[in-house]
């Protein structure tokens, strides 16, 4: 399996642009998280999806982030407007949820935001 | 509550050491507890888990130790490599809840 994919990589932009980030889930996964990541604050749980519905926003920092799973492979997380404070990784990653608890999480590799 | 506590932040050992990172929670009904690795510029990885119900569990050089009373768990690695010098992250879950709650992370390095 080819993993958690991310896109981009790597972005730089403006203040005040708006930024999109991708991911497709592993493949039969049911589960799908976005994370950011920051020296600061850590691993934050942004949202996560449950076949392709939204089941926990409140790690959502504001209304500038958005997020949304049209199907069952492919993700997206937008920020509008962005600001430098944005600026951190962030992780996509799903999880079959086939066990009742503590089913493995899997990343992607992370969309690493710089926000000038 | 919901916190877990890591610690140290960093730590340096030498080839063949054995470092210690330990994790701390007050929430009695978590019920999973992972750890996971995380080397630069890529994602964290699953290492190793425990579940309460056992004391100790071991993969290949790392170990849990796992302290139901004192609430508290720590990863053990065996004949430390410098190719495990990464972030590890302990982190907590009950049922089937799938928000992990993270501790802070430590930065371990190997010297050679």
């Known amino acids: 399996d080819a993993g958690v994919i991310q896109s981009p990589r790597h972005e730089v932009t403006e203040m005040g642009q708006e930024v999109t980030l991708r991911c497709k889930p592993i493949?039969?996964?049911?589960?799908l998280f976005w994370y950011r990541q920051t020296m600061m604050r850590g691993l934050e749980l942004l949202i996560y999806?449950?076949?392709?519905?939204?089941?926990?926003d409140s790690g959502m920092p504001e209304d500038r982030f958005s997020a949304k799973m049209p199907n069952a492979s492919f993700s997206t997380l937008k920020i509008q407007p962005s600001e430098p404070r944005d600026s951190a990784v962030y992780f996509c990653?799903?999880?079959?949820?086939?066990?009742?608890?503590?089913?493995?999480?899997?990343f992607g590799e992370g969309s690493w935001l710089t926000v000038v | 509550q919901q916190q877990v506590k890591q610690s140290p932040q960093s730590l340096i050992v030498q080839k063949g050491g054995i470092p210690i990172i330990n994790c701390a929670y007050e929430?009695?009904?978590?019920?999973?507890f992972p750890w996971y690795q995380q080397f630069p510029g890529k994602g964290p990885a699953l290492l190793i888990a425990?579940?309460?119900d056992v004391s100790e569990k071991k993969e290949g050089r790392f170990t849990i130790s796992f302290n139901k009373s004192a609430k508290q768990f720590s990863l053990h690695i065996m004949d430390s490599q410098p190719g495990d010098s990464a972030t590890y992250f302990c982190?907590?879950?009950?049922?089937?809840?799938?928000?992990?709650?993270w501790g802070a992370g430590t930065k371990l390095i190997i010297k050679p």
């Open positions: 990653a799903s999880s079959s949820g086939d066990r009742p608890s503590g089913n493995t999480i899997y």
């Open positions: 493949s039969g996964h049911d589960y």
């Open positions: 999806f449950n076949n392709n519905v939204p089941i926990d």
């Open positions: 929430n009695t009904a978590f019920d999973y």
């Open positions: 425990i579940r309460p």
């Open positions: 982190a907590a879950s009950k049922g089937s809840n799938y928000q992990l709650i």
